[in-house]
């Protein structure tokens, strides 16, 4: 029979296929049988503190009761239904609180069910817009290097395209315009230049405000933000915030654009929406792009659905987090993380091979100059009770906002122990 199994056995026949894998050649991944708060569960019994809370997902830790019950309750009642000319509570109620908690007029809520898709929406959005405006020329987007969007091909072309993890796919997608994040004057008039020059080419322009994920885990100030405001406003051009990553508390502030005190046109929201129980994003707009799309003529109308848009089960979970954010001081808690992260990650930056050592929020960011041996790298912390997978350049950590400050000072602690032994390996 197949399995990930570790050792000499061929996993050629395997038939899980795993994300981001050389099949061959990685190491096996971690066989986890259960989750419970911040840990996950080994099939040989062993916990591991989980410093990734799911790809930043899992906000309230694992299996949370009012998480688990409330999607009970609604698993008895309608586990999914259609969207397509049929609504529910769960989804009217959802977008009806997303609205009330997001800044501004962005007060349209469209469901889908991956942060990608989300990404993808928001682009057809903002081409569409234009086009029922009449204006066809506009279709291009305005990106930022070391960005990541997701995973789709309208995604990836918003991903940087150099340093991305999509360049084997270069000359099969859109093209888009990518820029440095505006944080000198250089770059904020090279980004004042292409609009200038070039605007009337493009439908808006994209940031992960605050904290680029996946693309480094790259940080920029409100300063930043309200530039990018403020050009985009001058071009009239959506500004489309992705806080996918972001989103719901991570960078200290329920959404990062709260930060800057600033209201994107688009806003995509995901991953942590339901704090990590079950797929679901959403793409948020405001009333101006809203009215674009509201007319008396059938080809206006938002050509989009996925299957399992609005799925109740999924709003049941976004809906339970919510209340958690309301019963339980969550923002404080991630103020209290990123206090501990700040201060523990620090003795790091004097280790060999180390460029930088931040935190932000509930994320806290070892970056080197060269990340070598990541799979020796992951099982030294796994060897220490830690589950953490360092990429690209980083090591880092987006715990879950319920970690007890103890374990936080323990996941910093070892994370700059084990740096520095990596930074001895030959
Ligand atoms: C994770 C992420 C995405 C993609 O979301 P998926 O749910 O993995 O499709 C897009 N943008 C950002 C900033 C992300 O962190």
């Known amino acids: 029979m197949a399995s990930l199994s570790p050792g000499k056995i061929s996993r ?8 981001y894998c050389q099949m061959k050649t990685a190491s096996p991944p971690i066989h986890v049988v259960a989750t419970e708060g911040v840990e996950l569960i080994l099939n040989d019994g062993r916990r591991l503190l989980d410093a990734m809370a799911s790809w930043w997902c899992a906000c309230h830790g694992y299996n949370h009761p009012h998480l688990t019950a409330s999607m009970a309750r609604q698993l008895d009642v309608m586990p999914h239904v259609m969207m397509g000319g049929v609504h529910h509570d769960p989804a009217t109620r959802l977008a009806s609180r997303l609205v009330n908690l997001l800044p501004g007029e962005l007060n349209h ?50 991903c940087d395209p150099v340093r991305g993890m999509h360049h084997r796919f270069a000359g099969t997608l859109l093209e888009q315009h990518h820029l440095s994040v505006p944080r000198t004057a250089t770059q904020r008039n090279a980004l004042c230049r292409l609009l200038r020059d070039q605007g009337d080419q493009f439908a808006g322009v994209f940031i992960e405000p605050l904290v ?18 403020e050009v985009t406003l001058q071009h009239e051009l959506p500004l489309i915030a992705d806080e ?5 508390g991570r960078t200290g502030t329920l959404f990062a654009v709260e930060a800057a005190g600033i209201v994107p046109d688009i806003i995509c929201l995901g991953k942590s929406m339901t704090a990590g129980m079950i797929g679901m994003a959403a793409t948020v707009a405001t009333d101006a792009i809203y009215e674009t799309f509201y007319s008396d003529d059938p080809a206006d109308a938002f050509m ?16 339970a987090s919510l209340d958690l954010f309301e019963t339980e001081p969550r923002l404080e808690q991630v103020a209290a993380i990123e206090a501990v992260l700040c201060e523990r990650l620090e003795p790091a930056r004097v280790i060999a091979d180390v460029v930088d050592v931040r935190a932000m929020g509930a994320i806290g960011v070892i970056q080197v100059d060269e990340l070598r041996d990541v799979d020796r790298l992951r099982s030294a912390f796994v060897d220490r009770g830690i589950w953490i997978r ?32 990596w930074s001895t390996w030959t």
């Open 12 to 19: 050629y026949s395997e038939p899980l296929w795993m994300p």
């Open 390 to 421: 360092p990429f690209g350049d980083v090591i880092y950590t987006t715990p879950a906002f319920t970690m007890p400050l103890d374990r936080v000072r323990f996941l910093a602690d070892t994370m700059v122990e084990v740096t520095r032994e």
């Open 109 to 158: 809520v469209f469901f889908s069910d991956s942060g990608s898709t989300a990404v993808e929406v928001a682009m057809k959005m903002a081409v569409q817009s234009y086009r029922n405006r009449g204006l066809e020329r506009r279709r291009k987007f305005v990106a930022f290097a070391n960005a990541y969007h997701g995973d789709t091909t309208g995604a990836m072309s918003l």
């Open 244 to 248: 996918l990553a972001t989103g719901f």
């Open 212 to 229: 680029q994920g996946a693309g480094g885990m790259r940080f920029h100030d409100a300063d930043t933000l309200r530039f990018l405001r």
């Open 304 to 319: 989009h659905g996925p299957t399992f848009m609005g799925n109740p089960l999924a709003c049941a979970a976004a809906n």
